[in-house]
């Protein structure tokens, strides 16, 4: 499952929907991620983050379905948020349940890593010199080239 | 045609959205953006460096050698950059 809203989410009760009613699933993985205050070394306040409504949907159920063509997932979900946030608000949550930890744990890194170099999402900062967008970062391409490309471009 | 623009590639060009009707020569990404960048001063700027301008074409990841065609939805942007913890 995957969601794109402007809302925050409850984990404890995302995790309580994901998995009712399944009792075959022995572990679930989560990952939140929080807005930082710190971009390198430039103090942040607020951001804005931008999407492409409808391929963003698109792009998140695509690295789902990899994901879950790769583990044995009995659930997953994306949850990405876009608009305004402040620094030490949930960002993304990734959630991931399987029978057994090692297929959780595992598609659950590689969701977090596929995400942030797939989806169509833009930051833009607001700190004490201004605005500005942020630069893509080689270092998420590395991050997320350790699994190779699910599809040619 | 309808072409997106995201984040600066939006400020730049001053749209989010615009329909466009391009001349039949015109059938690949690239040369949608050679042919866009003239419209005015302000796409001039979006599309002035290339290297940094990504493009999908109804809603897919697109190379400037790709197709183009009347009905699509084309977008530019920058590369992404959300959801980095």
């Given at each position: 499952m995957i969601r794109v809203q402007a809302d925050d989410f409850d984990v404890g009760a995302e995790i309580a929907a994901l998995t009712a009613g399944n009792t075959h699933i022995g572990g679930v993985v989560t990952f939140t991620g929080l807005v930082r205050d710190f971009a390198g070394n430039t103090a942040v306040g607020t951001m804005t983050l931008e999407h492409y409504p409808g391929m963003t949907e698109r792009m998140l159920g695509e690295i789902e379905a990899e994901a879950r063509r790769r583990w044995p997932l009995d659930a997953s979900l994306i949850v990405?948020?876009?608009?305004?946030?402040?620094?030490?608000?949930?960002?993304?949550?990734?959630?991931?349940?399987?029978?057994?930890?090692?297929?959780?744990?595992?598609?659950?890194?590689?969701?977090?890593d596929w995400l942030k170099t797939k989806a169509p999402f833009w930051k833009r900062e607001s700190g004490p010199r201004g605005d500005r967008w942020v630069d893509a970062r080689a270092a998420d391409d590395d991050a997320a080239a350790r699994w190779q490309a699910p599809r040619q471009e | 045609m309808k072409v997106l623009y995201f984040a600066w590639l939006r400020e730049r060009v001053g749209t989010g959205e615009e329909e466009v009707s391009p001349p039949p020569e015109i059938t690949s990404v690239s040369a949608l953006m050679d042919w866009l960048a003239k419209r005015s001063a302000g796409h001039a700027r979006a599309f002035e460096n290339r290297d940094i301008v990504r493009a999908a074409v109804n809603q897919e990841f697109a190379d400037p050698a790709d197709a183009v065609s009347p009905g699509d939805e084309v977008a530019f942007f920058p590369p992404m950059t959300g959801g980095r913890p």
């Open positions: 990405h948020r876009h608009g305004p946030l402040a620094p030490g608000d949930r960002i993304v949550l990734v959630i991931t349940a399987s029978a057994h930890r090692q297929a959780a744990f595992e598609a659950a890194e590689f969701l977090v | -």
